[in-house]
């Protein structure tokens, strides 16, 4: 059944792909998302603890016999479900929402699902990393901006070299292709702490941690759906699978977990940072999911990983906070800067009932991970709060600033895009139900954060336009990487090939050659004193041959 | 087994047959494909039924030579020409191919001598086949000096301004190979007439042995882009703009990559350690430093150079760890490697070619041809190591043996490796996107626009990206 249902996921995929790009983009969207909702039917009709395992033996060549394995059970049924859910999600807003070619990205988003199902089934590092390399290629083509197209690419790539590296060392030293046997590399393994921090490396990358957030900053120019689609369902996501799978590499190191720490606790600063200064609400996404990634990080960093349910449940939450903003970015009209909007509340009652439903579902899976670690737990609410109520409070409370048109067009988005939102919302607060008190205080405090909106100062932020449009990283990369690299490829082409080669080597024996033809031409010059030399040369060739070539 | 080494010996010849056709041929003709091509395309698809039918015979459990076909030239002095197969010639072989009709693709629409230059590619094709067939010394040394003639005729005709300062460095190094791999073999032989194979049987001195091992090292070294042997590649690469050429310049140094992992690293005396040691160092030297020069270049042909060198040297480097293990990861990856940078030279001759005779820049010409476009991403991402070829996890193999033997040494390497990919990437940017202005750009003129790849090559462009593909799926996919 479950290669079946894969199966059918693929041929929705590529019913998407092939088909024209603008013909029928709601049908073929409807189609797609049906194919998924039906996936989701049957795998729901498994409960929770289903068991299903398929191993394919996929390729034999020397040094490597690779096998492919799918199968779901209770442990990884709740990943599958969220990636289901997700794509749902994201296939239903490309369904009624503003994208320009529906369908092809209908098929990118099923080819996602199908690499990171792939990823999730994996059992061995190499179905892993070509996982890994499927999903690099599939957003490389969701992207539809050039300089975000090209920092992502350079970025993955690079990644990719390095999870190769990591795992080629791993098979380099004897050790077996299945990822459960990662753990005995501390006993066997060679160049423990290069392994481990280039893993950790791998997956910030992926991720779009601290210092590699520039990687995603940039796709802030995508579509809104688009841009939800891939912070949380693609790349960020296969660096966290990556890092589930591999967590037991990670303790090989004593650097690990400081580095960890390090990592994710200046994303989730960095991200509240960005939210509160960035004035484009697109940006203000992406620094959303950073602060969501850093946190996600920091459980683990700090000996407490979410259980998968909690993640699933907390990932699912942060992309319909994503969503609620990609539904107040469409309800105005497509108004990018935060700053040029305000007062939208009377407009706009019900999107502000369904951004505290989407709380609410955010909060009770937060409050749910007490029990993990209570100071980050509280700690993250507290700065989720401040934030989101900062960035919230200015769209729907401030002051207007929003120009005619916007205000003219400003109403709540259809049913079809919120109502998806909605049930998903309306599901997670039911899910995770069980802390009423706590979310209902919770839930004042936001309130009152929202009203009084106590980091108003920070707004002025919004006007300096050297830090709206500063990309300190990026700058950092290229002055400190690039420039470097290109003056010291420049002077050795300078001083190796052209001044050493070229001028020295090949011009001395072009040179010696033709003093050698010059010599050759003088001595034949055909007079009777040249040729008796030449005979003397000639005879002295052959006694010199009779005297000592015997010996 | 009679069967296979008549198959084998009609691989070398068919090429030939091909030659003699397409001389007769006429130039030119009714259609828009000329007949000489016509004669060079079914010479390639000819022999590439007969190496299927090859590979289908051999037996993959056995290793080492499948088949023997002795010829005996000369009685006195006795000279046999031996002839055999294994998996891993059948796939330099077929790549050759492959490329070679990639590249023929290519220069469809190119009528300047055309008949040349398909007798010279049919020569080339049967020179370099019987070299990754020959056995023995004197076929292995007869077709290593022969696969030159052709190139040398093919520059000489096609190359550019400068061709005749790359003729001298062409004919400088290559004799200097020659002329070291012919006093190795003649040594070798005056020994013992044995197989390539067998040649650690020979027992020499040992300053002859140091010095028979070092000339057979510079021969091949001479065809590989080796610092300071690169040079004359380069030059090639940067002056010519026919793609056929360029596949096959381009090939060249893999008889060099081929020649060493045939006579190396099993068979290799003690006595050469340290200079393999100094191998391995001057070509990681020269695989970063042509990264290097790669990536600042803006040159999309020394682009192309500098991935292919960086990539010869990481076989070759793989094919001289003290173990054989690597060999056919080698070849599945050469495979993949050989067919991908022939069908991006193709697509990158007719992009150049549409920027010369429309007078347009190359930067953002993607943007107008999304056949091409998708074609040049698909292939850029392979040739950078997606998973979306062969060279993916053969290279992953070749990599895990490298970091075996010297973590040091391979972490520069794939620095190396990552540079080249990345210099392949920016190009793919270069092309593929026009630099952003806030004002938006005017229209662009049909006329001032490029033309996109025809029908008949995006469909040939889709079959070599498909072949990849299953090279990825599993490498051996033609033998089932």
Not at chain 1, 370 to 383: G, V
Not at chain 1, 412 to 430: K, R, Y
Not at chain 2, 82 to 111: C, E, K, Q
Request: aromatic share 14%.
């Amino acid at each position: 059944m479950l290669v079946n249902l894969l199966v059918l996921i693929l041929g929705a995929g590529l019913i998407s792909e092939l088909v024209p790009k603008n013909r029928l983009p709601v049908l073929w969207s409807l189609f797609s998302s049906a194919a998924v909702l039906y996936f989701i039917y049957k795998l729901s009709q498994l409960g929770m603890s289903p068991d299903i395992y398929v191993n394919y033996p996929w390729l034999k060549i020397p040094n490597l016999s690779i096998n492919l394995e799918i199968g779901i059970n209770s442990l990884n049924v709740c990943l599958v479900f969220v990636l289901l859910i997700l794509a749902l999600l994201s296939l239903m807003q490309n369904t009624f929402g503003t994208e320009t070619a529906k369908n092809s990205l209908n098929g990118l988003i099923l080819f996602n699902l199908l690499s990171a199902l792939m990823l999730v089934f994996a059992n061995n590092y190499i179905q892993m990393l070509v996982a890994v390399g499927a999903c690099d290629v599939l957003v490389f083509s969701t992207i539809n901006n050039v300089n975000a197209k090209k920092k992502y690419i350079y970025a993955n790539f690079l990644a990719d070299i390095g999870l190769v590296s990591i795992f080629a060392v791993i098979l380099g030293h004897g050790g077996g292709l299945e990822l459960k046997d990662l753990g005995d590399y501390s006993q066997f393994g060679h160049h423990k702490d290069f392994v481990a921090i280039l893993l950790l490396l791998c997956i910030f990358i992926k991720s779009g941690l601290f210092l590699f957030h520039g990687t995603y900053t940039d796709i802030a120019s995508l579509g809104f759906n688009r841009l939800n689609f891939v912070l949380f369902a693609a790349t960020p996501l296969i660096g966290y699978l990556v890092f589930l799978k591999t967590e037991a590499l990670l303790s090989i190191s004593s650097y690990s977990y400081p580095l960890l720490k390090m990592f994710s606790l200046a994303s989730v600063a960095w991200g509240v940072f960005g939210v509160l200064a960035i004035d484009h609400i697109k940006q203000k996404s992406v620094y959303f999911a950073l602060m969501f990634w850093g946190a996600v990080y920091a459980f683990a960093a700090f000996g407490c990983r979410l259980e998968i349910l909690d993640f699933a449940g907390f990932l699912l939450s942060a992309f319909l906070f994503g969503q609620v903003l990609m539904l107040f970015y469409t309800a105005a009209s497509n108004e990018t800067n935060i700053s040029e909007m305000g007062g939208f509340i009377k407009n706009l009652k019900f999107m502000f009932v369904l951004l505290l439903v989407v709380l609410a579902a955010y909060f009770d899976v937060l409050l749910s991970l007490q029990t993990k670690n209570i100071w980050l737990t509280w700690a993250y609410i507290l700065l989720f709060s401040l934030a989101s109520a900062h960035v919230l409070s200015q769209i729907l409370l401030g002051e207007s600033r929003a120009d005619e048109r916007v205000q003219a067009m400003l109403k709540n988005p259809s049913p079809a895009l919120w109502g998806p939102v909605a049930v998903a919302a309306a599901m997670l607060c039911w899910h995770f139900r069980e802390q009423f008190l706590w979310l209902a205080a919770v839930s004042a405090c936001w309130l009152m954060l929202f009203i009084f909106r106590p980091l108003r100062r920070l707004d002025k932020w919004y006007e300096n336009e050297d830090l709206q449009e500063a990309d300190y990283f990026s700058t950092a990369y290229e002055l400190l990487i690039i420039t470097p690299v290109k003056v010291i490829g420049r002077l050795l082409w300078l001083a190796v090939d052209f001044v050493f080669i070229e001028r020295t080597i090949i011009n001395s024996v072009q040179n010696a050659l033709t003093f050698l033809i010059f010599l050759l031409r003088r001595l034949h010059s055909g007079t009777t004193l040249r040729s008796l030399l030449f005979v003397l040369f000639g005879f002295a060739v052959i006694y010199a041959v009779w005297r000592f070539g015997g010996r | 087994m009679e069967n296979l080494g008549s198959l084998i010996n009609a691989v070398i010849l068919i090429p030939l047959f091909g030659v003699l056709f397409a001389s007769l041929s006429r130039e030119g003709g009714r259609e828009r494909v000329s007949n000489v091509l016509c004669v060079g395309i079914f010479t390639v698809l000819s022999n590439l039924v007969v190496l299927w039918r090859a590979a289908l015979l051999i037996d993959l459990d056995k290793d080492g030579w499948q088949v023997v076909e002795k010829f005996t030239w000369i009685k006195n002095p006795k000279i046999e020409l031996v002839f055999g197969i294994d998996i891993f010639s059948l796939m330099l072989i077929a790549a050759v191919h492959l490329a070679v009709l990639l590249g023929m693709v290519g220069i469809r629409h190119n009528t300047y001598r055309q008949k040349a230059l398909i007798v010279c590619a049919l020569l080339f094709l049967s020179m370099i086949s019987g070299y990754f067939l020959a056995s023995d010394f004197f076929s292995f040394y007869i077709f290593f000096e022969a696969m030159l003639l052709p190139l040398f005729m093919l520059i000489g005709i096609f190359g550019d301004i400068k061709k005749q300062q790359i003729l001298y460095r062409f004919f400088l190094y290559n004799l200097l190979g020659a002329v070291f791999l012919f006093v190795a073999l003649i040594v070798l032989y005056n020994y013992q007439n044995v197989s390539i194979r067998e040649v650690s049987r020979i027992v020499l001195s040992g300053h002859g042995e140091a010095l028979v091992w070092g000339s057979i090292f510079i021969a091949f070294l001479s065809r590989i882009p080796v610092w300071p042997f690169h040079y004359w590649i380069s030059s090639v690469n940067v002056n010519i703009s026919n793609p056929l050429v360029f596949i096959i310049a381009n090939i060249i140094p893999l008889s060099g990559v081929y020649g060493l992992i045939r006579f190396f690293p099993v068979n290799a005396p003690e006595v050469l350690d340290p200079y393999l040691l100094i191998l391995e160092v001057v070509s990681i030297i020269t695989m970063l430093m042509i990264a290097l020069i790669g990536f600042t270049k803006k040159d999309i042909q020394y682009k192309i150079f500098s991935y292919m060198t960086v990539y010869y040297i990481l076989y070759l480097l793989g094919a001289l760890l003290p173990t054989d293990a690597l060999l056919m990861n080698i070849g599945f990856s050469l495979f993949s490697y050989l067919i991908i940078v022939a069908a991006l030279e193709v697509l990158v001759a007719h992009l150049d070619n549409e920027c010369q005779s429309k007078e347009i820049g190359e930067c953002g010409v993607l943007c107008a041809v999304p056949r091409t476009s998708l074609m040049f991403s698909f292939l850029i991402l392979a040739a950078i190591g997606m998973p979306l070829s062969s060279v993916f996890l053969n290279n992953m193999v070749i990599f895990s043996g490298l970091l075996k033997f010297n973590i040091k040494m391979a972490v520069c390497i794939l620095l190396a490796v990552m540079l080249a990919s990345v210099s392949l990437l920016q190009q793919l940017f270069y092309l593929k996107y026009p630099p952003e202005t806030d004002e938006p750009l005017p229209p662009v003129p049909e006329e001032c626009r490029a033309a996109d790849i025809s029908l008949r090559v995006f469909a040939v462009m889709l079959l070599t990206a498909a072949l990849l593909v299953l090279s990825f799926i599993n490498p051996l996919w033609f033998i089932g």
